[in-house]
């Protein structure tokens, strides 16, 4: 019997590091500008989550449950990588770690489904 693996990792491991190098620049920015940190930040990262899934599910293309599950896994990844610098430096609290990593992991899931809909488009 030949199975796929749920997750392909070369399609998690292209999205992941896109993911993680937007959220790195993203705290880096928001570290310096206060405006962006009061206004944009949260909406900035819960989008760099959806386009990470988004990658993710369009490349692998194997159907809307793995690419949510991928999404979210990519999504999560990127978004704990940046949630971690921002706690870093000190400009959140690791209070809102948790509720954060969950949104993080929501939007990565949504951004698969996008990502496989994007999929099946002819």
Not at 84 to 104: C, F, N, Q
Request: charged share 10%; proline share 3%.
């Amino acid at each position: 019997m030949n199975r796929t693996p749920p997750i392909d990792t070369f399609a998690f491991q292209r999205a992941a590091v896109v993911g993680v190098l937007l959220q790195a620049v993203l705290v880096l920015l928001a570290h310096f500008s206060i405006w962006l940190a009061e206004h944009a930040f949260l909406f900035a990262a819960m989008m760099i989550s959806a386009v990470s899934g988004y990658l993710y599910a369009q490349e692998v293309a194997r159907g809307y449950i793995r690419g949510a599950c991928g999404g979210a896994l990519t999504g999560g990844t990127c978004g704990m990588v940046g949630i971690g610098m921002s706690v870093i430096l000190g400009d959140t609290s690791p209070v809102s770690l948790t509720v954060r990593a969950l949104v993080s992991i929501l939007t990565g899931a949504v951004g698969g489904i996008y990502g496989q809909m994007a999929a099946d488009w002819p």
